[in-house]
T-cell receptor
């Protein structure tokens, strides 16, 4: 059974800092890994998708890496801003004939203070 | 990216009544959609896989007679919480995949009083 763990559970940083969020998973036979952002009481916004054959993806100030063999991924946020405050979720999927259901971590709650 | 719309965003209902939640893929067709549930401070947990034109597949521990899923078209899946109880109060969210990427609806906050 796939288990996804995210560390730290919560993080508070001053504006402008670079930060790293960690995600680990127990079953390395994943199809892809996806990072999401969730604002309080809201749905999920997809940030980055890394296919199992890829090592990293970048979008703006965000960079996600994947080490499939060791079961780890990191999300790097450069020059953090108060608007980055949210919960960040890591999720992995396994290949399926009927789509890609996701296993989620519990998330990292990020607070960026002005 | 693709857009998934979920309605309603919030609902309060009395214990014993039923509530229907809709999930629509707005700009793509989805033969498969997924329903998740999230309790406070917890991770999203997959409840069921909704398959267009066939029966849904439920995860272990999820009562199929309580959580009725209908996927009647390629753009619409519905989740009906039947005979709701306060312990069913939760955040319900659907997703559909476009390519290998999952896109989520806005979620529905269900409160059963």
């Amino acid at each position: 059974k796939q288990e996804v763990t995210q560390i730290p559970a919560a993080l508070s940083v001053p504006e402008g800092e670079n930060l790293v969020l960690n995600c680990s998973f127990t079953d390395s036979a994943i199809y892809n890994l996806q990072w999401f952002r969730q604002d309080p009481g809201k749905g999920l916004t997809s940030l980055l998708l890394i296919q199992s054959s890829q090592r990293e993806q970048t979008s703006g100030r965000l960079n996600a890496s994947l080490d499939k063999s060791s079961g780890r991924s990191t999300l790097y946020i450069a020059a953090s801003q108060p608007g980055d405050s949210a919960t960040y979720l890591c999720a992995v999927s396994h290949n399926s004939n009927s789509g890609y259901a996701l296993n989620f971590g519990k998330g990292t709650s990020l607070l960026v203070t002005p | 990216g693709a857009v998934v719309s979920q309605h309603p965003s919030r609902v309060i209902c009395k214990s014993g009544t039923s509530v229907k939640i809709e999930c629509r893929s707005l700009d793509f067709q989805a033969t498969t959609m997924f329903w998740y549930r999230q309790f406070p401070k917890q991770s999203l947990m997959l409840m069921a896989t909704s398959n267009e034109g066939s029966k849904a597949t439920y995860e272990q521990g999820v009562e199929k007679d309580k959580f009725l899923i209908n996927h009647a078209s390629l753009t619409l899946s519905t989740l009906t919480v039947t005979s709701a109880h306060p312990e069913d109060s939760s955040f319900y969210i659907c997703s559909a995949s476009w390519g290998a990427e999952a896109f989520f609806g806005q979620g529905t906050r269900l409160t059963v009083v």
